[in-house]
Each structure stands twice: as C-alpha cells, then as structure tokens.
C-alpha cells in the first residue's frame, strides 16, 4: 500500500517510480488531497482517502490473515 498526497511532491513522485516495479502487483496506491504522513488522516478534504485506506488494510488484513 503506497499513500501520498500531491501537495507532498517527494512522496508523490517517489510512489510515481515505485508503483510500477513494485513486486507485488496488487499494490494500491492511495492519493489524499493534502499532507504528509498522519496529515493525510486530517481534514475534511481527506475524509474520502480515510476511509479509503482503512477499507483497504481491512482487505488486506482479511487475505494475508484471515481476519
């Protein structure tokens, strides 16, 4: 799971080069609308990517734990 916001143009362009020779090809990359690192879980505008991410750690919990 890669997540970055473009405000945050290191970690954006960084998962711009990763994403695609990532080696698990399920990879997911989740944009917020701003911050870095816990400011992406703040703010109304990141309340799409929120619930967003915590959507796919449930999925990916469920597939590799079972949970």
Sequence with gaps: IFAAAEDD???????EHLLPIAENKKS?????????GVGM????KNQDFVKRLFKVLKEFMSS???I
């Design 28 to 36: 997911v990359w989740l944009k917020a609308s701003t911050g870095h």
């Design 9 to 15: 143009s290191y970690a954006y362009k960084t998962v």
């Design 64 to 66: 590799y734990y079972g």
């Design 41 to 44: 879980l703040q703010g109304e």
